[in-house]
Every structure is written in C-alpha cells, then in structure tokens.
C-alpha cells in the first residue's frame, strides 16, 4: 500500500480556513463553538470588553459567568468613571432594588436612592477580581478574518469577540442655540454642574442646558427663584 507524503489539515484548520473563505467572499457561515475556540486561539483575548460602567462591567459578570474571563478596556484610571465626575449632590432616580447590577445587590445601608459615592463604591466593589486595563483609551477597533484588531494607547490588542459599552453620553454636546456668542454670561451643559455653591451669586448671568434625569436633578438643586434662570435643553443630541 502506498502512503502519500502530504497530510490532510485537520478539522480545526479547515474551519479556520473556511471561515476566513467566507469572510473574502462576504458569504454566510454558521461559526460553530469549536470554529469559535480555534479562533480565540489565535488571538491576544477570546474577549475584549471596552468601557467600565455598569454596562461594561454587567457585560464581564455575564461572560465570566458563561465560563470565558473578558479583559476590560476602560480610558480612565478607575471603573465608573462617569459616575465619579456627575454632581455633588447626584443620587440615583430609581430604588435601587431596581439599579443593582447582575449577581450583586445594592447595599441596604446606600438607602432606597444611593448617593453618587455610594454608587460608585458599590461598582468598585462589583468589579474586583475582574481583568481590567485602565488608563488606556481604544482609538479604533478593525475587523480582520479572525476577529477584531483594536488600536489603544499603548501597543494593539487583538480578539476573537469585542463588546462596546462606552455609553450614550461621554462627551456633552451644548446646542448651537442663536445668541450664544452675545450672551454675556456663562453657559455650562448639565453634565458639568458640580455644585449648587458654584452658582453663588451668578443667577443672572449663567445658563445650563440639559435634558432628561440630568437636568431635572439639577433643576431640583437650583433655588426655586433662581429656576427661570435655568433652560431646559430641548436640542438633540444633549451627550455623543
């Protein structure tokens, strides 16, 4: 019996090579969970998560729960970043039976309507034992035949599985409302109010602009005198 000298590929490597197949010719495929493990092989992670809010960080429980452990890409140097920089005086509009995240209640001793600090120690807590990369903000994310190539600050970063969850609102957005550039006073959007005491003595000349839960939090800290001196934003986008 004659042997031949060039060995078939394994399964593993026909699924890769079919799969990078369909990518080129933009065809349909149905990627098996084995397709999908050999895949991660060649990857730096099986799954890069970017962003660590409470959607970010939700994300990472569930996936950690499915068996896989996710690397975290969050810009700022802690998780809740955005949570850290909202007002003084913020506290959740929802009881926070209903705001705690997947697998982990909210403390009883945060009340019924946690403070922003309470929040954000609570997330802080949430998130430990998970892998995070802080500091390190993701310029671009590409798609390659194996998986998605992503461009941080520092080196690149390649996964099989990329999940987005920077949120609706990192960057305010004030509206180009006419008269603005004669307006002499200070215009500031919802999202850059820290507190009431910056306000002291400057009801006549300073404008906020904002829209939803933000703005009526911050309506609420306004004297009610000094209400009509605030503009509820109707412009869209309010965040980007």
């Not at 992670?45 to 452990?69: F, Q, S, T």
């Not at 600090?117 to 997330?123: E, G, K, R």
């Not at 970063?157 to 987005?164: D, F, K, N, R």
């Amino acid at each position: 019996m004659e042997s031949s000298s060039t060995s078939e590929p394994s399964a593993a490597a026909q699924n890769v090579a079919r799969v990078r197949a369909s990518a080129a010719s933009k065809e349909t495929v149905l990627i098996t969970p084995a397709m999908t493990g050999t895949i991660a092989r060649t990857m730096d992670e099986h799954v890069v998560i970017v962003g660590a809010g409470p959607a970010g960080l939700a994300a990472a429980w569930a996936i950690r729960r499915a068996g896989h452990d996710p690397l975290v890409v969050e810009q700022a140097d802690a998780v809740a970043a955005s949570w850290r920089d909202r007002h003084y005086h913020l506290r959740l509009n929802t009881h926070r039976a209903f705001s705690h995240q997947p697998g982990a209640r909210i403390p009883r001793r945060c009340g019924p309507y946690p403070a922003r600090d309470d929040y954000v120690a609570y997330l802080q807590e949430y998130s430990a034992g998970m892998r995070l990369r802080l500091s390190a903000r993701v310029h671009r994310i590409d798609r390659t035949d194996e998986g998605w190539v992503l461009a941080p600050d520092r080196g690149g970063l390649t996964a099989a599985h990329v999940v987005i969850a920077t949120g609706s609102d990192a960057e305010p957005v004030l509206p180009d409302w006419p008269g603005l550039d004669s307006f002499g006073g200070t215009v500031i959007h919802a999202g850059q109010f820290r507190n009431v005491a910056e306000m002291a003595g400057q009801e006549h000349n300073r404008r906020i602009a904002g829209r939803a839960a933000g703005m009526t939090q911050v309506m609420h800290r306004v004297p009610a005198a000094r209400q009509d001196k605030a503009t509820r934003g109707r412009a869209r986008p309010a965040w980007r």
